[in-house]
Structure formats: C-alpha cells, structure tokens
C-alpha cells in the first residue's frame, strides 16, 4: 500500500499526537505530584530523553522509507526534527532554569569545564541551526549548502547519546543500548556518511568525479 | 468551663470571653476542613476538571493507594549542640527524594518500591576487633539506647541539599558499648542483602551497576567523633525505607552515599574498607568523600548546591556549599594532615 498525502495528513497528525502526550503527561506529573519529591531531575532526564527518542525517529524515517518504498513519509522527516528540537529546548531551559536557577556566570563556567555538557551544548548548537534552516524558503536559498548543513544530524547523533552516556552516575546499560542503537542507525548509511565525509576531506576530487558525472549524463 | 457553682445549680456562668459550645468547630470537622483543603491543592489542573475525569486522571497517574509502609512514633530528647537555624526539608520532599539503589536507580522508585521492606526481625551485628561483639534486634535499636533528634545539613554529590531532623544514637555511644581495640583503625558498613525485597539487587539495569551488597567505611578517628549518628527515626517517626529502616548511618559533614542505609553489619577493623561508589568509579568518588566546595566533582562543580526546601518547583534556593557542609569546628582537625585534594 502507498502512502497517499491524504494518508500523510493523518500520519503527521498522529506523529504531533505522539510526540506531544509525552509532555502533557510531564505536566500532569508534576501537577498532581506524581513526579517524586524533587521534580527537577525527573524533568531534566524525561525531556532528554525526549530529545534522544525523536531524534532515533527521525533517523529511522529514511531507512523505513526506502525499504518499504514509501517516498512521501520523508516529508515527515521535518515535523519529527523540530521536535527533536522542541524537546531539546525543554531539557535545556529545565536545567538552567530549574536547577541552576538562572546563574548564568556559572552555566557558561559550567559550559566550558565540564566535558558532558559541552557535549550537550554542541548538539544544541547544531539542533538549532537544522531549524532555523528547516523552512522552505531557507531551504531554495541554500540550493546544495542545505544537504551538507543537514548532513551534521549525524554528528547530533553521535554527541547525543555521549552527553547521555557522560552524564549519568552509574546506570550505564540505558546509555549503551541507545549508543547501539544509534550506531545500528548510521551504520545503515555508512555509504552516505563516507561520502560527506570524503566530500569534505578533498573537495577537488569529488568536484572532479561530479563534474565527470554531470558530463555524462 | 463548667465552674463547680455552674455545676451545682444547673446553670454555668461562661466568662464573657470564654466561646460558646456551637462556636467551637468539632475536631473532626476540623481535620476534614484541612484534608479538603489539602486535595485541592493537589494541583489548579486536578480542581479545572470534571469529577469523573479527575477520577480516571489519578488513576492512571499513580496515586492508586498502595499500603505505605507503617512507621511509629519514638520517645527521643533533642540536644541543642546538635540542632541548627536552617530551615528544615518538608518531609514529604525527604520521604520522596531519594537515592537507594536497591529499590532503584531514579530518585522516586525507592518511594514507589520499598513500602513492603520488611525490617522485623532484623539483626543489626558488630564485629571485629571489639571486646564484646554484639547483635542488636529492632527493638534495642529503638531502647537500648537515649535517641535523641539531631537536625543535620545532607549533602548529596549530585549538588543538591536538604535539612534533616533525625532521631537516633551516636555511632561513638555503640561503638564504645562495644568496646573497640586498640588495633584499630577503621570501621566498615554493610548493607542488607536480599535481591527478594530488593529489585535492584536482582537485576543490574535496575540496581545501576554497583557491586552489591553496598559498603561503606570511615576511620576510626572519624567514627568516634560526636557527629556520626545512626538514625532509626525522622521527623519524630521510625525511618520509613526509602529513607534506610531500620538502621542508617549519618555523616553530615561528607556526600550521602557515605551515609549508608538499612545497615546489617558493622566491623571494627585494621585497614580500610572497600567502598562501594569508590569501588564503581575511583576517579569520581574518594574514600572521604568530605563536602569540599574547592574540589569538584569531575562532572561538575561543587561549589553551590540546589537547596530543597518547601514550596514548588520554582522556590528552589542555590546556595554556596560550606566547607564539611559547615561542620569544620568538629570534624577538621580529623584532616590536619591531609591534602583534600588527593584524598577527596
């Protein structure tokens, strides 16, 4: 069966409601005191792994979708990345706000010094680019630098389940299984990850076999 | 309020001050009053819904009323050398808030999983170079011994703090009951093992990868001072057992997970012990493990902790840690001659 855009309207609403639940079970939780004596760090973990949960869905969504033939599910590539977005943000602004209690001075200090959270933080930063360049219109301006900028997903895949990892005291198996899992998923595209990598390594010889390319065809 | 001429004649003569019997609420009335207040206040959400959907809500939330463990009440003095001005953790906060592996690793599940911890009979054993070892029951742990209520600062390593009022003995008192040898020179600790009762222990994605049963040890010099307290008690009551029932040790001036719960052993010895979070990660945590604003935790800085208090999310305090979580004038001399930054 193909996925027709009526049946992608349907998807998409059904992705939002996935992806949103989870929050409102957040909220719900702490609001009826159901989130444990001190909340902030159930809150801080939940919306990590959050975070962590719909980026392994967004990269699932290509592998699925060239498996099963089902080219118009790539559209929901973008719904899924913003709330990778979203979550991250949440886990971000629970942490400052919540238990740093806006001390600034000492997020950056923090930042800086500690290896785990710049790790986070760099995953941030690149969460942050892939959205603001997520739009269409940003998308036609940046013709072929799009593609590259969106191929660093890979590296927030690789920096995230670190800073979990990193993070945690003793409770390492969680981490390892998502380390797995996200090795499995770039592992599937090994080909695609070698070529940006190679891509970026030596330009001229890959401008060359493209160029060699282009003429043949 | 009846005077004995009221009584005599049939007829009382209240002063003008005194309320008259309709204007007195019940005590019952009273009490419902506050418990109707109270579930409103379980959240603006819970009062904004309709009855049976708030019915349906906390059902499938959780607050399906498992039978909490029963704790009682003890007779204890409260010594004012050991009390301090902070103001104390809502109990409700140090009941829910903790960290006990073996009921698991976040910091609701010992809440969630240890109400059915079964501490009667428990056996309670000090060993080693002692003159008289002894085994304590439940019940001498709560007679043999005055209690008293000490109000202590906790530190945890995670950054995070609470003011505790607990009841218990000093570790020194039972020690010297013992009677220790002079050979020696450290005291170790030794959780309960029972993977039965405790999910963490059986299974190591629960349990969070440490070598049960958990140990803890601290010099001698250390354990005589007047600050380590076995608490059997909170908040006036017997330890529920996420807080570590029966029997727990406190070391106010050092991280929590020195301060072991739920203790069935205590061995006098002449070399110092293994530790079990010394044991996991060498490099993180130290055998002293004393509260130390100058020297981080490797993932994170120890110089402010996140105050638990009372009130909601946002009523948080961060505030600067103390050197020995303020407990320098009795315990630094113990570290004259020790560089804290090597033996953290």
New interface residues.
């Given amino acids: 069966m193909r996925l027709t855009s009526r049946g992608l309207f349907w998807l998409k609403g059904f992705l939002h409601l996935c992806f949103m639940s989870p929050i409102i079970?957040l909220?719900?939780?702490?609001?009826?005191?159901?989130?444990?004596?001190?909340?902030?760090?159930?809150i801080i973990?939940f919306t990590g792994m959050g975070a962590i949960n719909s980026l392994i869905v967004t990269l699932l969504i290509s592998p699925i979708a060239k498996k099963f033939k089902q080219g118009l599910l790539l559209q929901t590539r973008r719904l899924v990345g913003l709330y990778v977005f979203a979550y991250a943000c949440l886990h971000i602004a629970a942490f400052i706000?919540?238990?740093?209690?806006f001390?600034w001075g000492?997020l950056f200090?923090?930042i800086i010094?500690?290896?785990?959270i710049l790790v986070g933080f760099t995953g941030f930063v690149i969460a942050s680019l892939l959205t603001i360049t997520s739009f269409q219109a940003v998308k036609r301006n940046m013709g072929k630098r799009w593609q590259s900028l969106h191929n660093w997903v890979y590296v927030l895949a690789v920096l995230a389940p670190i800073h979990f990892y990193?993070?945690v005291?003793?409770?390492?198996?969680?981490p390892s299984i998502y380390i797995g899992i996200i090795m499995f998923l770039l592992w599937i595209r090994r080909r695609q990850i070698k070529m940006w990598l190679i891509k970026k390594e030596t330009p001229t010889e890959v401008s060359k076999v493209s160029a060699k390319a282009d003429s043949q065809s | 309020m009846v005077s004995k001429k009221g009584f005599f004649k049939g007829i009382a003569n209240p002063p003008s001050w005194a309320l008259k019997d309709h204007q007195v609420t019940p005590e019952g009335v009273f009490r419902d009053r506050r418990n109707i207040v109270k579930a409103l206040g379980?959240?603006?959400?819970?009062a904004s819904l309709p009855g049976q959907v708030q019915a349906g809500?906390?059902d499938l939330?959780?607050?399906d009323d498992k039978p909490a463990f029963a704790v009682q009440g003890l007779d204890y003095s409260k010594p004012s050398a050991f009390q301090i001005n902070d103001k104390l953790t809502p109990e409700?906060?140090?009941?829910?808030?903790?960290n006990f592996?073996e009921f698991g690793?976040?910091?609701?599940d010992p809440?969630d999983n240890a109400q059915s911890f079964q501490v009667d009979p428990w056996e309670l054993k000090i060993e080693g170079l002692v003159d008289k070892p002894l085994t304590l029951n439940l019940h001498d742990l709560t007679t043999k011994f005055g209690l008293e209520e000490r109000t202590y600062r906790l530190r945890c390593v995670?950054a995070?703090s609470m003011v505790v009022p607990w009841v218990g003995f000093s570790l020194a008192e039972l020690l010297k009951m013992a009677g220790v040898s002079n050979k020696a020179t450290h005291v170790a600790f030794e959780t309960l093992f029972d993977p039965d009762q405790m999910p963490g222990q059986k299974n190591?994605?629960m349990g969070?990868?440490?070598h049960y049963p958990y140990v803890e040890g601290v010099t001698i010099a250390e354990a005589m001072n007047e600050l380590p307290f076995l608490a059997v008690g909170l908040y006036g009551k017997t330890l529920p057992p996420q807080n570590g029932a029966p029997v727990r040790l406190v070391l106010p001036w050092k991280y929590g997970f020195k301060s072991i719960k739920s203790v069935v052993k205590i061995r006098v010895t002449d070399k110092q012990p293994p530790t079990s979070?010394n044991q996991?990660?060498s490099s993180e945590y130290g055998f002293y493990a004393n509260v130390n604003p100058e020297v981080?935790h490797p993932?994170?800085?120890q110089a402010?902790e996140?105050s638990?208090g009372e009130g909601g999310?946002?009523s948080?305090?961060?505030i600067p840690t103390q050197m020995f979580n303020g407990y320098g004038d009795s315990v630094a001399d113990l570290y004259k001659n020790l560089d804290l930054r090597k033996y953290y």
Avoid: C, M
Wanted: aromatic share 16%; net charge positive; proline share 2%.
């Fill in positions: 079970y909220i719900v939780q702490v609001l009826t005191d159901n989130a444990g004596g001190d909340p902030v760090q159930y973990h706000s919540l238990d740093l209690l001390a000492f200090e923090e010094k500690r290896p785990y990193w993070s005291k003793s409770e390492i198996i969680e | 379980l959240g603006s959400l819970g809500l906390f939330f959780g607050s409700d906060k140090i009941i829910r808030h903790n592996y690793t976040s910091k609701q809440f995670e995070w190591r994605l969070g990868g440490i979070w996991l990660a981080d993932r994170w800085s402010s996140r638990i999310l946002f948080a305090k961060r």
